[in-house]
């Protein structure tokens, strides 16, 4: 979801962080395209088998639902520690976008070319995981989901899911916090499945991937692009929130700047 930098590495106090995804201009862009589709590809296996394990374990539907965000809680952690270093981490087409909107107003982050690579190589991986979860499983390897998830109420939730995702990883980049993503992240986003109606999709990509699974994690095609539609509308508000929370004075502005 965010940029970690790798361990031991030393920072001098007056070298600025980079914002979220930020990675050094060494990393060649096919190894943090591989890094996006392979993390967005275990990040969506993880939701998908922990769903349809909690399921064939049990009927009770909130035994499911929190053995479904105790797996994503700590498999999201994982992925972040591990490939954050590469590409930032993102898994997810909001905080790309987001920051490259940020970039474009003279901020760090994702340029277009990157983020032409970004954005197909995360849907390409949430797909691969939707189906490698149902391989391991005996599922069919593709059947549409029918959950539906058009209600309105739900389509709140991904607002208020996404927003909240956004506000906390460029937050955490604004006041220099970006190490503790790994944990900050993951528990975010358990708490969201949680507290949000939807069980905080947050991300176009696995929304795109789960429709492939007509499984508990699912969602049916036709509610696809309601959520997208939300997820970024909650993006845009996240950021939003960011320039009013984390607004520096001008005196700081002169500072960095100088």
Not at 39 to 45: E, M, Q, R
Not at 121 to 134: E, H, K, Y
């Amino acid at each position: 979801m965010t940029a970690t930098e790798p361990v031991g590495t030393p920072i001098p106090a007056d070298v600025r962080r980079p914002e979220p995804g930020v990675t050094s201009a060494r990393t060649p862009l096919i190894a943090r395209a591989a890094a996006e589709l392979v993390g967005t590809a275990a990040l969506v296996a993880i939701v998908v088998g922990s769903g349809i394990q909690a399921t064939e374990l049990t009927d009770d539907v909130a035994l499911q639902l929190l053995a479904n965000s105790t797996a994503t809680v700590f498999g999201l952690g994982v992925l972040i520690t591990l490939l954050g270093p590469v590409s930032g981490a993102h898994f997810n087409p909001a905080v790309t976008l987001a920051e490259w909107w940020t970039a474009r107003r003279g901020g760090a982050g994702v340029n277009a070319r990157e983020l032409a690579v970004y954005v197909p190589s995360q849907t390409a991986g949430a797909i691969a995981g939707a189906i490698l979860a149902d391989a391991m499983f005996g599922e069919p390897l593709v059947k549409w989901s029918t959950h539906d998830r058009s209600a309105g109420n739900l389509l709140l939730g991904e607002v208020v899911a996404t927003a909240g995702l956004i506000l906390l990883v460029f937050g955490l980049a604004k006041t220099d916090r970006l190490r503790f993503a790994p944990v900050a992240v993951a528990s975010y986003i358990g708490a969201a499945y949680w507290f949000t109606s939807s069980t905080s999709f947050a991300n176009p990509a696995v929304t795109i991937g789960r429709a492939f699974t007509d499984t508990f994690a699912g969602i049916a095609p036709a509610s696809v692009p309601g959520f997208i539609a939300m997820q970024l509308i909650g993006a845009v508000a996240g950021l939003a929130l960011v320039s009013v929370i984390f607004m520096r004075g001008k005196t700081e502005q002169r500072r960095r700047s100088a």
